[in-house]
């Protein structure tokens, strides 16, 4: 029996690893079985205790890893990754499973994939070879990448930095993002079902909402705090105006709860502002689908938010790099530059750009793509032996 380890530690990754899952599960039988593991933010309540979500889509989870999640301080997450390892080493050293699937750049990741290679678990790697260097993310999703046997990337602009580090070609595959799988599969909720399901109505939320998510940019010095006041003041303009501001709070990130309380804080004095730990995959994209516009600093603006036909404003630095499209209007983290960014994207121009606008993340089936794959690597046997090769340019 072939035996394969998924892990998922934040209401983001799971909802790009939705369809993957889903698909593996349905694999499942003699020669083969799925070990789901959570961990992270999934088992926390100030964080939406999301798990929920995962046990109410019906997925059997076989490993709760609780982990301590405080992260004021450099040596908290420190301790989170320390923490991360020795669970996962215990686990996978127990188990032995053929492979172990991963997501992407989180800090815990980076303790998940420390486990595996010290269990000499092979590791399958999403989302490697993107670039966002304003967070501390780059260095983890590069570092990911060299401790991975088996590549995934989202585009390819990325397939090509991955070989650009030495990977071989046949361990790297451009499959764009599952992100687009979930829009064009999931059964999205009409708009008036959005927004009762967040308490909202069309006739609240009057001329549009605009939805925002803004992270710690862990690679800045600037406090956390300071950098979404500078935000919340040009969305304070825009509700002034008449727009209703939707915002998901922050991860968990060092800084993040600061980020979260003062949204919380701001929710109770502006009366068209609201604040939400979650919104879970499915509304949260319904409600992008309606919305006027998305501004923050999520890599969902990059991927997701212009999958949906919808302009966004990317702030700041955490996404600098990042391959986008042209509905992606970037802002420095300036209250002017921002709120210019903001009304091009609301502006009749920004919506054409949006509704016509390409996708360098592919067009689906990038799930599909991603199981078959797995499946036949699974079936050869992965090698954690590496050559690391070297290319010229027309090798890439």
């Not at 798990?51 to 992260?71: A, L, M, Q």
């Not at 002034?240 to 929710?267: C, H, M, P, Q, V």
Request: proline content about 2%.
């Amino acid at each position: 029996m072939k035996k394969l380890a998924i892990v998922t530690s934040t209401r983001a990754d799971y909802g790009l690893l939705y369809p993957v899952i889903k698909r593996f599960r349905e694999l499942e039988g003699d020669d083969f079985r799925l070990l789901l593991l959570v961990t992270g933010t999934h088992l926390e309540e100030d964080f939406g205790n999301t798990v929920e979500e995962i046990e109410s889509d019906g997925f059997r989870i076989d490993f709760k890893v609780k982990t301590r999640i405080v992260t004021q301080k450099d040596i908290d997450i420190a301790e989170i990754i320390a923490d991360t390892i020795r669970e996962f080493t215990r686990i996978l050293s127990e188990e032995k499973p053929d492979g172990i699937m991963l997501l992407g750049d989180r800090y815990e990741m980076l303790g998940v994939a420390t486990a595996a290679n010290v269990a000499r678990v092979p590791i399958l790697h999403i989302s490697g070879g993107d670039t966002t260097e304003g967070a501390m993310d780059e260095n983890i999703r590069h570092a990911i990448t060299k401790l991975a046997s088996v590549h995934f990337t989202t585009n390819e602009e990325s397939r090509r930095r991955v070989l650009q580090m030495g990977e071989e070609s046949w361990r790297v595959h451009n499959t764009g993002s599952t992100s687009i799988d979930n829009i064009a599969e999931e059964k999205l909720l009409t708009k008036k079902e959005a927004l009762s399901d967040i308490g909202l109505s069309e006739e609240l939320v009057g001329k549009g909402y605009i939805i925002c998510t803004y992270h710690p940019v862990t690679l800045s010095e600037s406090d956390a705090v300071s950098e979404a006041e500078i935000l919340a003041e040009v969305l304070e303009e825009f509700a002034d105006e008449g727009y209703f501001i939707i915002i998901t709070k922050a991860n968990a990130d060092s800084g993040g709860s600061r980020i979260n309380a003062y949204w919380d804080g701001l929710a109770e004095k502006k009366g068209r502002f609201r604040v939400f730990s979650s919104l879970g995959r499915v509304r949260y994209l319904s409600l992008v689908k309606y919305a006027a516009a998305v501004a923050g600093n999520s890599s969902s603006g990059i991927v997701e938010v212009p999958a949906l036909g919808v302009p966004a404003v990317d702030v700041g630095d955490r996404q600098r790099g990042r391959t986008r499209g042209n509905a992606v209007f970037h802002a420095e983290l300036e209250k002017e530059a921002i709120y210019a960014a903001l009304k091009l994207a609301l502006s009749e121009e920004g919506r054409a750009a949006a509704k016509n606008g390409d996708n360098p993340y592919g067009v689906g089936k990038s799930a599909e793509k991603i199981v078959k794959l797995t499946m036949e690597h699974l079936e050869e046997g992965i090698s954690i032996s590496k050559k690391f090769q070297i290319y010229g340019r027309e090798g890439l």
